[in-house]
């Protein structure tokens, strides 16, 4: 037996494991979508067992986290991603693979998880998004799980691009949702666990090609409640105390194409309805690296277009309304959950409000459509005392289902199995 293998076995015969966790990002700091989730996901891990985390960065500012990763893990690996998307779609082509997994390969990062799966007693290798999955060696050790969140169905994001348009890009589009659907389903039957964020999003992976749905299991977001505590005293940002009328913010990653089109459409067919009653209304776009179409309106009556802020805490806080008008949405949408932990009423599309677990007129309101937004957005800010109960009791709802520790909690037996 090999000196490595020697030491995993008689570590695993003291009853100790540790847990190899691989992300698309780096988890840290949790300031937005995907990196929320995972950040949670490795602290609750941390508490269990010995984490090693390999991950990249396609922001500089997220090669320069040493301190704060290493107070979680064990050890880390962070490799900066430098593949563009022109070349990771040429790659792509050539290797007759999805465009989602070239862009993430690294011959450094793979080094170090084979260095950690050679070396390490691995309890589980933990894999945060799909198109990471092929870093994941083809002979793990028999007693090492496989747990793959794929988190949602990313695929069906792909496919309803490609679906929606044409030329090239929509050929791209469908060629990427077919290949990565395979994958999708490949993944998901090799691995011990495959987690998804909703019940909607595991049954959408159960329609695809070759999907039997064993293994799937279904582990939800959460949000930081003591983060997002609405009684914290929280000064309005001094852009925001200029604006003199009512207040609609949307927050979000800005460079993120569904939110690129969800604050478009917004702007030009629910705005004007709602400035028809309230005339002196400001549509607050907040959230970093906004898109070229998203600085575009700022040149537009009643449009803020802030870029990124130090916290979205304070101007969710001094909304009136907070709106979610997605129109193509995976999964479950922090920023909902984010503002409903901040007691703020919220206006959302039947997208977004899809696998959240919350009632249409008592905790949020659901709109069909744009002009359905404007209308209830423009109700809402002309009865505060209602939109002020709607608030409470969204605040009450992510209380009662929302944490973390309790939307983790299954992840225990998922990564160490029934003994775990």
């Given at each position: 037996m090999a000196k490595g293998e020697a030491e995993r076995a008689g570590a695993r015969a003291e009853g100790l494991g540790e847990i190899l966790f691989i992300a698309h990002r780096v988890p840290y700091p949790p300031d937005r979508g995907d990196k929320i989730r995972s950040y949670h996901e490795l602290r609750h891990l941390a508490r269990l067992a010995p984490v090693h985390l390999?991950?990249?960065?396609?922001?500089p500012r997220d090669l320069h986290h040493g301190e704060a990763l290493s107070a979680l893990t064990a050890s880390h690996c962070v490799r900066p991603r430098t593949l563009s998307r022109p070349r990771a779609a040429v790659e792509g082509l050539l290797r007759r693979e999805p465009m989602s997994v070239a862009l993430f390969r690294d011959r450094g990062l793979r080094g170090y998880v084979e260095r950690i799966v050679a070396t390490r007693p691995l309890a589980a290798v933990f894999v945060y998004s799909g198109n990471m999955a092929p870093y994941v060696p083809t002979a793990l050790d028999a007693d090492t799980r496989f747990v793959m969140d794929l988190c949602d169905v990313d695929s069906a994001k792909f496919a309803a691009y490609g679906a929606a348009g044409g030329g090239v890009m929509g050929w791209i589009n469908r060629r990427e949702g077919r290949l990565l659907g395979a994958l999708e389903v490949a993944v998901a039957k090799r691995a011990d666990a495959a987690l998804f964020i909703s019940r909607a999003e595991a049954d959408v992976f159960a329609t695809l090609d070759g999907a039997d749905g064993s293994g799937v299991s279904v582990v939800g977001n959460g949000v930081d409640l003591d983060a997002f505590d609405p009684a914290q005293p929280r000064a309005v940002p001094a852009a925001l105390a200029a604006v003199q009328g009512p207040r609609i913010v949307?927050?979000?990653?800005?460079?993120?194409?569904p939110n690129i089109e969800a604050v478009t459409d917004f702007a030009a067919h629910a705005l004007p309805i709602v400035r028809q009653r309230h005339p002196d209304a400001q549509f607050v776009i907040v959230g970093r690296n906004p898109a070229d179409a998203v600085r575009a309106l700022a040149d537009s009556p009643g449009v803020m277009v802030t870029g990124e802020v130090d916290d979205t805490r304070a101007w969710l806080a001094a909304a009136d309304v907070v709106v979610a008008p997605l129109r193509l949405a995976r999964g479950v949408q922090n920023k909902v959950l984010e503002a409903m932990a901040m007691a703020r009423p919220m206006v959302v599309s039947t997208a977004a409000a899809e696998g959240i677990d919350a009632e249409h007129g008592r905790d949020f309101l659901i709109a069909a459509d744009a002009e359905e937004e404007g209308r209830l957005v423009a109700d809402l800010l002309s009865n505060p005392a209602r939109a002020a109960a709607l608030g409470q009791a969204?605040?009450?709802?992510?209380?009662?289902?929302?944490?973390?520790?309790?939307?983790?909690?299954?992840?225990?037996?998922?990564?160490?199995?029934?003994?775990?």
């Open positions: 390999a991950a990249l960065a396609d922001d949307f927050t979000g990653q800005m460079d993120y194409r969204g605040r009450a709802r992510v209380e009662a289902r929302y944490s973390w520790d309790a939307a983790l909690a299954p992840l225990t037996g998922l990564v160490f199995g029934d003994g775990g």
